[in-house]
């Protein structure tokens, strides 16, 4: 009997200590997994503060560009020809503002858009469907208005209230004369604060994420509370609101004095914990407003704990499962890791198998690639030959005779040869090009009177019943520009400027004249710019500008590429010839349409060498 009693008791300590090992087991179990929730707690946070931070910082950029927009819209009005001469109200200067205002409509709603005199008098005012226009009053009182006046620049207004008691922002620019420097007065726009910043986040519920802005004296630009709008932050109406919250403080002010940058703060005034974000929004290097991204803790952490409850809920039940399924799960692994080594050999062999393909068609195609640029070098070459035969026997042959009808077949013939004579030199050109081996022959040549002698050959040029006039003018006195390089090659780079100029003249002028003349003037200066080792250095830069159709916005991009052409009548390898002779003589060159919309000019700059 006290064996017996000796061995239950024995079963009873062995049970029990089985059971306190499991329940001390599935304690320490609990207890990391307690710490693991708090660690992703605590990560999924800071993942989440990180990105409102980076969130906060994007937002300002894309406010700042949006700002900018519009500010370049507003100088090019202040630089268009009319307001330069003065000329700040009528129907060329409604036409003009017609189409800015809708520009600035796309980018933002305005409330006008405005132009004021060197008397701060509303001489134009475009205004929105169901606003007032405010023509002929006088807006001295505006601040944005004295500080455009008085510094001369682009304004981004503090807030402020319209007469209508919509809170809003003011841009603005003056209108400087180019040539005698006098202030005539401005042009600007009037947005609804909160309308232009509610296009970038929510500016009406404080209850999820929201957006505040403020402008450089820190008062509300925009806001969820709409009774602060208007109001300094350090006000004391908004202070009382916010229990004059330190920490909120000291953050808003380290980010309007510049000292903090991409930081945040943590802050609770009575209604609950929040997570701060701020940025200013700068241009050209100046905060002009600054945006704060806020954020409830209290919608962080639920979103947090849901998906921390759900993952709870299916480690309970894979706690609850492990010890039956441990065994199958080891036997699957096995068999899983023996499975995937098979897949992985498999897949490595089809890769291997796929490289070694991928290969062979690489050498293929840079064999036909190396084929086709002989083919074409080697069928250019064999056309020079029977092209310029057929030039020379079709010139003796319009000599010899004297049928009009066969001089002009004969002259065709010519133009034609002409064309494909200049294909295939092109086409010589780019090969030369593409394989490094354009040759240079550089010496020196007077460049005016290269210009001079391809203006004389191309002046008595016409297309159809128009007439090209050329504008190219030296005083007598003026003395050679001698330049050093390939005299041929820079010839080529002019000339083939100037026929572009002449395929793209337009045919009718804007009064609607059929007979209008094109006109292609030619400019020639000296000039002075940085090099890459800022030394400064002695260029020439010569324009060939036309009165044409001017260059499609399509192929601007690819201008000075291989092939960039909308035209039927050339290739598109012109330009590209043009950029690599100038390039290797250590030039630039770029294309430009006219301010006037009429026609498009070239410039390119060579060295000049003393």
């Known amino acids: 009997m006290g064996k017996g009693f000796l061995f239950f008791r024995r079963k009873k300590i062995t049970i029990a200590s089985i059971v306190l090992i499991i329940a001390v087991s599935y304690f320490l179990l609990f207890y990391q997994q307690y710490i693991a929730e708090q660690n992703i707690r605590d990560r999924i946070f800071l993942d989440y503060r990180n990105n409102q931070i980076e969130t906060t910082k994007a937002l300002s950029e894309h406010v700042s560009s949006d700002l900018r927009l519009v500010s370049s819209i507003l100088q090019g009005l202040s630089d268009s020809i009319y307001l330069q001469q003065g000329e700040l109200y009528g129907d060329r200067v409604g036409n003009l503002i017609e189409k800015r205002f809708n520009q600035i409509n796309n980018i933002s709603k305005i409330d006008g858009l405005f132009i004021a005199d060197e008397n701060n008098i509303i001489v134009y005012n475009k205004v929105s469907e169901g606003q007032r226009s405010f023509v002929n009053i006088d807006i001295s009182l505006r601040e944005y208005v004295n500080e455009t006046r008085n510094t001369l620049s682009p304004t981004f207004s503090n807030g402020f209230e319209g007469i209508d008691g919509i809170h809003k922002i003011a841009l603005t620019f003056p209108i400087i004369n180019m040539d005698s420097k006098r202030y005539q007065g401005m042009v600007g726009v009037e947005i609804p604060s909160v309308d232009f910043f509610g296009r970038y986040g929510n500016v009406y519920n404080v209850n999820s994420t929201f957006l505040v802005t403020y402008d450089r004296n820190s008062d509300y630009v925009s806001t969820p509370r709409t009774n602060f709008l208007g109001q300094n932050l350090f006000g004391d109406q908004v202070q009382t609101f916010f229990h004059f919250n330190e920490i909120q403080n000291k953050y808003y002010q380290s980010v309007f004095d510049g000292q903090l940058v991409g930081g945040y703060a943590i802050y609770d005034f009575g209604t609950g914990e929040r997570l701060n974000t701020g940025y200013p929004v700068s241009i050209d290097a100046e905060p002009r407003y600054f945006v704060f991204i806020i954020t409830p803790t209290a919608s962080v952490y639920q979103d947090i ?173 003026n003395s050679p520009l001698t330049i050093i390089g390939d005299e041929n090659r820079i010839g080529q780079v002019i000339t083939n400027l100037v026929n572009n100029s002449i395929k793209f003249i337009s045919k009718e002028n804007g009064d609607g004249n059929d007979n209008h003349n094109g006109r292609i003037s030619i400019s020639v200066e000296k000039t002075k710019s940085l090099n890459t080792d800022d030394t400064i250095i002695e260029e020439v830069l010569i324009g060939i500008k036309d009165n044409g159709k001017g260059i499609d916005l399509e192929i601007f991009p690819r201008l000075f590429t291989k092939f960039a052409t909308k035209s039927f009548r050339g290739t598109g390898l012109g330009l590209f010839i043009a950029k690599n002779i100038v390039e290797a003589h250590g030039g630039r060159i770029w294309g430009q349409n006219n301010n006037d919309g009429k026609g498009a000019t070239f410039y390119f700059t060579l060295p000049l060498t003393k």
Do not use: C, W
């Open 305 to 477: 704990n849901e998906t921390l409850s759900n993952e709870r809920t299916k480690f309970f039940l894979l706690i609850a499962s492990i010890t039956a399924a441990i065994l199958i799960l080891i036997s699957f692994l096995v068999k899983l890791n023996s499975l995937l080594n098979e897949l992985v050999d498999k897949r490595t062999k089809e890769l291997e198998r796929s490289n070694q393909s991928l290969k062979i068609a690489n050498e293929h195609l840079n064999v036909h690639d190396r084929m086709q640029k002989e083919f074409i070098n080697t069928a250019a070459h064999e056309l020079r030959t029977p092209i310029q035969l057929i030039l020379g026997a079709i010139e003796a042959f319009k000599d010899s005779v004297k049928n009009d009808k066969q001089k002009e077949l004969s002259n065709i013939i010519i133009r034609n040869a002409e064309r494909l004579k200049k294909l295939a030199e092109d086409i010589l050109d780019v090969t030369r090009i593409e394989s490094n081996s354009l040759d240079l022959k550089k010496e020196s040549f007077d460049l005016y009177s290269l210009i001079e002698d391809i203006v004389k050959e191309h002046s008595n040029l016409s297309d159809g019943n128009q007439k090209i006039k050329f504008e190219f003018n030296i005083s007598p006195n």
